[in-house]
């Protein structure tokens, strides 16, 4: 008996079971595709779970360990990749609450990421103006994002820094006709301190990566102006 055969043979009692009780056979396969279902989504979401736990285990020890040496530009560097590690746990930790899958909701990553942020150095006292239109982006992208943008109101939290009086970042956030807009803008020094050295080679590398076009201005709030191309399925 060939192997076709067999297989017939074998699948002849479920398909009698099928013929004489039809609604019952889809009912009992429609539960075992749901439990199926159910169990995938759960080993996902434990995955994921875990992935960002580790995240902010590896964060936690950078933040530690640059609180420990008496290197200050030791301790810079760990803090930046402590800040850079804590907004990849941003997104990851969003991309799995969103109910819309494949997108990610940027006007809740940019604030997340500011308030993380200015969390993180309750001494500079930065009031936050937010003003974010929803807008959606690939979900293959937030990872990109996420470190762009941090690393780039970081540099607006420490430009502030250098006024001696009470400061403000404000942030705006629109859909443009090809993609998504960002303006970040300090009450600092402007393009007197463009970011430099290693920060400027992430924004570089990032914003290549996501076609995008980063614009320093000369105007004395606006630090940095983001056009960030989306594809059309990923709108607000």
Known sequence: MSQAETEHKAAEPELRDFNAHPEAAVEARTRNLQ???????SLLHEVGHRANNNLQLISSLMLLQSRQTDDPAVAEALKRMQQRLSALSIAH?????????????MAALIGELA??????????????????EPVKAPAAQAAAI????????????RQARLTGRERSVRINLR???????????????????PPAGF??????????QLSATVGFAQRPREIAR???????AAGG
């Open 199 to 208: 920060r400027m080679t992430i924004v570089t590398l990032l914003s290549r």
């Open 35 to 41: 439990a199926s279902l159910n169990q995938q989504a």
């Open 175 to 193: 859909r443009g006709e090809d993609g998504a807009v960002i303006e970040i803008a300090d009450d600092g020094t402007g393009m007197s301190e």
């Open 93 to 105: 930790r969003l991309l799995f609450q969103t109910t819309e899958a494949g997108q990610c909701d």
């Open 115 to 132: 308030r993380d942020l200015a969390a993180a150095e309750p001494e500079l006292k930065i009031a936050l103006d937010l003003d974010l």
């Open 226 to 232: 983001i056009d960030l191309p989306l594809a059309p």
């Open 146 to 157: 996420a470190l762009l943008l941090g690393d780039l109101i970081d540099h607006a939290f």
